[in-house]
């Protein structure tokens, strides 16, 4: 089996057609269609169902390529391996919070581009939960409290965030004094997620209510500027807001617990160098802060 015809396929299933493929391999239409065919035919399956607006992986497809992604990742290994130590080069493609990337990773994401230029970085910016394996990443950036799962994290630094409510809001409904009193008041939310809060030591559990909710970090910010209710939000975003005093931190003796920002990868080993990098840039940046709110 020719494995530049299995990276080739790896790359048309993420992509999701032949041309998006095509220009990420940086080779013509024909060209790709040509080992694609030539897989299929020395499978005996078809793993592609070609459609007018791209191409969709068979039931046949979706199996194999499970297993031709580990030996296309294996293969990224090997030659890491083997290739000069500042010589950096393949495909990274990254999956970033959207109301933290376009603000702060992508400067960070922009300097290692120049730094090496034989990498291709491709970044995704979404709110949404990514699965790394299920859409073909090869990293992810996190915020926030990892879930158990099969995945590689490294930690970079702290992530700290508030409790706030706009003076209007305040003026309004009153502040809530303690927890509790927060099921007295307009939530605003990404879903129906319960609120963590410490006090003396001990993690309390809040399951605010509230009519608006957003699966975006800055949307929430939007909605708590306009007086529409409480939110629990990250130091970064709302950290001019509170100096201005467009906003005001409520139940300060009941903070939320510390979070993070996290890398996190497929599981293996040994990490790949393009990954590796990545880590290391975002340490850099990031690692020596006390808190994102730092920064």
Known sequence: MDLEDLQTFVEVADAGGVS???????????IVSRRLAHLEAELGVQLLSRTTRGAVLTEAGATFREHAMRVAAELDAAQDAV?????????LRIAAPLSFGPTHLAPVFAELGRRHPKLHVH??????????LGEGFDAGVRLGFLPDSNLVARRICAMRGRL????????????PQ?????????ALMQGTESWRLLHRGRTLL?????????DNGAALLAAALAGLGIAALPDFLIGPHIVSGALIQ??????????GLYVVRPPGNFPARKVRVLTEILIEYFGSAKGLSDL
């Open 206 to 214: 809040v399951r605010p209510r509230g009519r608006f909710k957003a």
């Open 20 to 30: 998006p493929g095509a220009r990420r391999l940086g080779l013509s239409k024909s």
């Open 250 to 259: 409520i139940l300060s003796d009941y903070p939320p617990p510390e979070a």
């Open 83 to 91: 290739s000069p130590e500042g010589d950096v080069r393949g495909l």
């Open 164 to 175: 706030v409510a706009s003076p209007a809001y305040l003026a309004a409904h009153g502040a």
């Open 178 to 186: 303690t927890p509790e009193d927060l099921l007295n008041h307009e």
């Open 123 to 132: 970044a995704a910016y979404s709110d949404r939960f990514v699965d790394l």
